[in-house]
């Protein structure tokens, strides 16, 4: 791969690569860490602080709050000002919040805290990706962010195991200092190992007009709107699994809580080796002819799932199979389309990055709350979303972009066989 920025050589070396990925990927984690891992101190988060657990729980949603707000204004600042100070801002909130939540002293201190703390936890998530475009020539950044779901995806699987076994031997309270410490071995490694990608815009002061008016041309634009869509209803797909497999495998599937782990780390492992696979692909095939195969794949699988679920099929393997297959090619829409979005912005890759991924987040938290309204102790509701959002997401695309590269989906001077 060929880096495209003043501020790095003129190629990576293996090891200067993989601490790339690995640094940009846990960035890029900070939501999902921060989200999964104190969900299992809800109920020792309420007695500690006196406090009821529905208002413990509002502390979620105010993380989602301030991750969706977030975003959209450290893209821009990054565009601006260049990627490392914005980046290093935001990890200083984020460990100060992190801090805070550790000392919180009664359950409306942790409201406000964990809403900072969102606001720091963006910082990360939006200026690690301008930085892959800022990196990449555009037919290398959508491997790259397949590399970093390889970091990125491990997260979801560690963070609810880790989270239980801080709770259960140092309390809920230890659950933040881990964050906190994590966050500043972040911001010594951003200091260490990452080069700044983007040069001081000269100019004026930094407008809100300005920002919206960027955002507005984004929106405007057929080809970012599309494939940004795309990812999002991807994300959506992914958060619906997410907030359904409790419910699927300990309640309809009848599974152990050890079983449910188990289950649950297979389909993360299975869309992290999906990710991986669409890396290897991306050698010999374009974007937008994984993409296609991708998304007829998401399709097949959720109907099968539909079909179990109006059958009322409860056999463990006939419901995992396909989940498993379905989150697999999922791992191919989204760095792919992100990648697409971003493609024709180098020079604003801060706001583009930050628009995608709040849209995303929007998107995601409706498809959530959608399959809560719907819950009706079936498996029908999660698998007709699932189904909808495969089939809203091309059509969606198709619409808003048109009709994508026909042929073989080949890159030229490429054979098919893997590598």
């Known amino acids: 791969m060929t880096p495209r920025t003043e501020g790095a050589s003129p190629t990576l070396s293996r090891s200067q690569y993989a601490r790339l990925i690995l640094i940009l990927g846990a960035l890029a984690a900070f939501g999902p860490l ?59 909130i984020y460990v100060l919040a992190s801090i805070g939540c550790a000392l919180a002293p009664d359950v409306e201190a942790m409201l406000v805290l964990r809403f900072v703390q969102a606001l720091g936890s963006c910082a990360g998530m939006v200026i690690a990706l301008a930085m892959v475009r800022d990196l990449f020539e555009a037919r290398d950044v959508a491997r790259v962010f397949s590399r970093m779901i390889l970091v990125m995806g491990v997260a979801p699987i560690v963070a609810p195991f880790a989270g239980t076994f801080v ?58 709107l599309g494939y940004t869509l795309l990812g999002a209803l991807a994300n959506a797909g992914l958060l619906v699994y997410i907030t359904g497999a409790p419910f699927i495998f300990l309640e309809y599937l009848e599974v152990s809580p050890t079983g449910f782990s188990w289950l649950f780390a297979l389909n ?52 995992v199979v396909p989940l498993f297959c379905f989150l697999f090619g999922l791992a191919f829409v989204r760095p792919n389309a992100m990648a697409e979005a971003l493609a024709q912005h180098g020079e604003r890759a801060g706001a583009a990055a930050a628009l995608s991924g709040s849209l995303a987040f929007v998107i995601a ?54 590598s």
């Not at 991986?276 to 095939?285: C, E, G, P, T």
């Not at 699988?301 to 419901?319: E, H, P």
């Open 268 to 319: 993360a492992a299975g869309f992290i080796f999906g990710a991986q696979v669409n890396a290897r692909l991306l050698v010999h095939f374009t974007t937008d002819a994984l993409l296609r195969y991708a998304n007829r794949a998401c399709l097949l699988f959720a109907l099968v799932l539909l079909l179990s679920a109006l059958l009322s099929v409860r056999n463990v393997a006939i419901i």
């Open 167 to 224: 709770l259960g031997t140092l309390g809920w309270r230890a659950i933040f200092w881990f964050l906190a410490f994590f966050g500043a071995a972040c911001l010594v490694a951003v200091s260490l190992g990452l080069p700044e990608t983007r040069s001081r815009t000269a100019g004026g002061r930094f407008r809100l007009g300005d920002v919206l008016r960027v955002y507005a041309h984004l929106l405007s634009e057929r080809r970012f």
């Open 365 to 418: 938290t409706a498809g959530g709350a959608l399959l809560g309204a719907l819950h009706d102790g079936t498996l029908v509701p999660f698998a007709g979303i699932l189904t909808g959002l495969s089939v809203l997401g091309p059509v969606l695309l198709r619409a808003i972009v048109g009709p994508v590269a026909a042929g073989s989906g080949r890159r030229r001077g490429t054979r098919a066989s893997s």
């Open 34 to 92: 921060s989200i999964d891992m104190y969900l299992p101190g809800f109920a020792d988060i309420a007695r500690d602080l006196d406090a009821d657990l529905g208002r413990v729980q509002l502390t979620l949603p105010a993380f989602f709050i301030g991750l969706g707000i977030g975003q959209l204004f450290y893209g821009p600042l990054a565009d601006r000002y260049g990627r490392i100070p914005p980046l290093r801002i935001g990890l200083v």
